[in-house]
């Protein structure tokens, strides 16, 4: 069976979005949970679960991003219990997204090994990039510090572990132009057709 729902995960700063922009280039349909986390914040019962959840993190009545960026960053049982509620919504629009699509179709998934929904797809594209490389590309693309970043990637699951997961594992060590090849051979190794 051909795969018709493709995952792409990794790190933050490993290439998820470049590698996405590649294949959406190629003609398919790629969607993102962040997306799609910022669609829901557009929903006032979304972000009113959230401001009940999380009432430190309210400014007048109403759930404050910042604040609570600051408060799951810093306290890992507020980010579980951010995660207990976002990750299912995401998930459940993603899979109305992606059923909605007659052939393949990509989500840039970051925290899905995090949130075991490899399951939900049908194959797994992990990108792994180094360390060094994943600080340099977060920092010229939001401007985060390295202990920001470095934060960040200890929230998330090692990539040096990636050998135990089923998925297809692309190391991206170059240029945009070695991404892209290694795209190609990623939709070839899964026999992706549109």
């Not at 493709?6 to 290439?15: F, H, P």
């Not at 669609?39 to 679960?49: P, R, V």
């Not at 920092?139 to 985060?144: A, M, P, W, Y």
């Amino acid at each position: 069976m051909k795969p018709n729902k493709i995952a792409v995960t990794g790190g933050i700063g490993s290439g998820k979005t470049a590698f996405c922009d590649i294949v959406r280039g190629m003609g398919f349909p790629v969607f993102s949970c962040d997306e799609i986390n910022r669609e829901l914040w557009s929903d006032e019962a979304y972000t009113a679960q959230l401001a009940a959840a999380f009432p430190a993190c309210t400014t007048a009545g109403a759930i404050d991003k910042r604040k609570l960026s600051q408060l799951v960053f810093s306290d890992e049982a507020a980010r579980n219990k951010l995660d207990a509620i976002a990750h299912p919504a995401i998930m459940q629009r993603l899979l109305i997204h992606m059923n909605a699509c007659p052939g393949a179709s990509f989500a840039e998934v970051p925290l899905l090994f995090e949130g075991g929904y490899e399951k939900m797809f049908d194959a797994v594209i992990a990108l792994r990039r180094s360390r060094e490389a994943r600080l340099r590309a977060v920092h010229e693309r939001d401007g985060l510090t390295a202990e920001q970043t470095l934060s960040r990637m200890r929230s998330q699951f090692d990539p040096a572990r990636l050998e135990e997961k089923n998925c297809l594992i692309l190391e991206n060590t170059g240029s945009r132009d070695d991404l892209a090849r290694e795209a190609q051979r990623a939709l070839e190794l899964l026999h992706v057709t549109k």
